[in-house]
T-cell receptor
Framework: DGGITQSPKYLFRKEGQNVTLSCEQN?????MYWYRQDPGQGLRLIYY???????QKGDIAEGYSVSREKKESFPLTVTSAQKNPTAFYLC????????????FGPGTRLTVT | GQSLEQPSEVTAVEGAIVQINCTYQ??????LSWYQQHDGGAPTFLSY????GLEETGRFSSFLSRSDSYGYLLLQELQMKDSASYFC????????????FGAGTQVVVTP
């Protein structure tokens, strides 16, 4: 079955540590996205990539980094510079950057103490 | 930039009809999308309106009026499983790859 996988589902880290969240898709989609969701709030875009080896900052990129070395993979690193990293992180993809339908992974809930 | 406004919560009983409104402000418009998200789950795409009018998909319908910068999602014959958050979204006209989401409307269905 085609889809997006994110791992792990729950992640716990100590403050000051970098952590990398995995996102893999087998939908053959060109575009991929990372969103952050805080309790009771909408989705805020962290980074997006329209094509392999290219990515752009979203609305809240500070303290995060990404790479897009393969079409299927778009990992997100939450660095120690991110002031409030505890959140629900969602990865998504769409067939193209202009596609209005985005497919989401199950999310990773990150807790930093 | 863009902004979207939608009510924070709507409560209704099973079998009822719920309308979730979304008003938007954007310098360029390329359609209005709707997503559903159950608590703790992933958002799933529901519908997309690029032109004025009503789009029907089973119990859910979505409406758009570009002249009023307004759209709504209509949930009919409400079921308990429809309890979820619903988000409207528009494309950022300055950054083609970006979708801007509203804050979401939590729909609570009671027996």
């Amino acid at each position: 079955d085609g889809g997006i996988t994110q791992s792990p589902k729950y992640l716990f880290r100590k403050e000051g540590q970098n952590v990398t969240l995995s996102c893999e898709q087998n939908l053959n989609h060109d575009a991929m996205y990372w969103y952050r969701q805080d309790p009771g709030q909408g989705l805020r875009l962290i980074y997006y990539s329209q094509i392999v080896n290219d990515f752009q900052k979203g609305d809240i990129a500070e303290g995060y980094s990404v790479s897009r070395e393969k079409k299927e993979s778009f990992p997100l690193t939450v660095t120690s510079a991110q002031k409030n990293p505890t959140a629900f992180y969602l990865c998504a993809s769409s067939a193209s950057a202009g596609g209005h339908e985005q497919y989401f992974g199950p999310g990773t809930r990150l807790t930093v103490t | 930039g863009q902004s979207l406004e939608q009510p924070s919560e709507v409560t209704a009983v099973e079998g009822a009809i719920v309308q979730i409104n979304c008003t938007y402000q954007t310098s360029g418009f390329y359609g209005l999308s709707w997503y559903q998200q159950h608590d703790g789950g992933a958002p799933t795409f529901l519908s997309y309106n690029a032109l004025d009018g009503l789009e029907e998909t089973g119990r859910f319908s979505s409406f758009l009026s570009r002249s009023d910068s307004y759209g709504y999602l209509l949930l009919q014959e409400l079921q308990m499983k429809d309890s979820a958050s619903y988000f409207c979204a528009v494309r950022d006209p300055d950054s083609w790859g970006k979708l801007q989401f509203g804050a979401g409307t939590q729909v609570v269905v009671t027996p």
